[in-house]
Every structure is written in structure tokens, then in C-alpha cells.
């Protein structure tokens, strides 16, 4: 993509970080097969859906660095920045529909969803001085668990695991994201 937009999607994919949700859905296939043909979508699907999340996290707080670098929102202005989280989750769900499965599409976006619940719920509970435990990680695994747990899920689903697999695979890395 030309111009404003590829630059600063192109910037925001450039800037790092440790890959570690697309490493779990390559870690999470089946170990007694190839490498599934469609695992590197998978990774990607989850690594975009990161991504756009924070961009519009970045919008959201008005941050100006990320990984050591100027974000989207400070660089560009909030109106690209949003786009290009925008665009991002497009991207991510472009490559899960290339899976070919339905429940890899239905898990990530139900995941996109409760990072959007989870996002709320931090603003709403942001200056609550009793804010419960259970609350409290409630949002933490809409906003981190869930897509640790998709990841790990993604993973299964691609290998053909069967599904009490990749609910156990799901719940563990849900668990992972929380820790």
C-alpha cells in the first residue's frame, strides 16, 4: 500500500517486539507433523490483530513512543493512526479467512471483540480504588490471555488437534497471557 497509509503500517510492523503470540501458534501445532500449510497465516492473523490493537491503543492514551520508536498517533496524527489499526485488523482477518476454517475465523474475532471489552473496562475502572481481584483479571484476560489463548488455539486448529486439544491448548495459553 502507497503513500501515508503503507508508511505508517509499514513503520508499525517494522518496529519490533518479540513475535511471541505468532511463536506460539507455530509452537502449538501438532509436533508430530510438518509444519501445517496454513500455520504462518495463522501466526500472522494473530500478530496483525496485535498490532492494530496498539495502534488504537496508542490513539486511545495519545502515546508517543513505542518500542523506542514514535508511534503511529505521533507521527501521523489520530485519524491515520486509527486507520492503520483499521487497516491491521483487516489484514489480520484477510489471512485467518485463508485458513479455510471457520472456527479460526469465529476464535480470533471473538478474541478482537474482548480486546475491545477489555479496553473499556480499563477506562471505566481506571480510578477505582476497589477494584476486585477477579475484576481486575477479568481484563486482563480480555486484554492479554485472550490473545495468548487464541494463539496457542490457532495453532491446534491449523494441525488438526483434536478439539479437547485445542480448548486445553486455548485455556493454557490464556493462562500464559494473564501470568
Do not use: I
Not at 84 to 90: E, I, R, S
Not at 121 to 137: I, K, S, W
Amino acid at each position: 500500500m502507497p503513500g501515508t497509509m503503507g508508511a505508517a503500517a509499514a513503520a508499525t510492523l517494522q518496529a519490533g517486539g518479540k513475535r511471541l503470540r505468532p511463536l506460539l501458534v507455530l509452537l502449538c501445532c501438532n509436533a508430530a507433523r510438518r509444519l501445517p500449510p496454513h500455520a504462518t497465516r495463522a501466526a500472522a492473523a494473530v500478530e496483525l490483530l496485535h498490532m492494530a490493537t496498539l495502534v488504537h491503543d496508542d490513539v486511545l492514551d495519545g502515546a508517543e513512543l513505542r518500542r523506542g520508536r514514535a508511534t503511529v498517533v505521533s507521527e501521523w496524527g489520530a485519524a491515520v493512526a486509527t486507520s492503520v489499526g483499521n487497516y491491521l485488523f483487516a489484514a489480520a482477518f484477510a489471512e485467518v479467512v485463508e485458513v479455510a476454517d471457520a472456527r479460526a475465523v469465529a476464535r480470533l474475532s471473538s478474541v478482537a471483540a474482548g480486546l475491545s471489552e477489555g479496553e473499556l473496562l480499563q477506562m471505566n475502572e481506571a480510578h477505582e480504588v476497589d477494584l476486585t481481584p477477579a475484576a481486575y483479571l477479568r481484563r486482563c484476560r480480555l486484554k492479554t490471555g485472550g490473545l495468548f489463548g487464541v494463539s496457542c488455539a490457532l495453532g491446534a486448529l491449523v494441525s488438526g488437534l483434536p478439539e479437547h486439544s485445542v480448548v486445553a491448548l486455548d485455556e493454557y495459553g490464556c493462562s500464559l497471557g494473564v501470568a
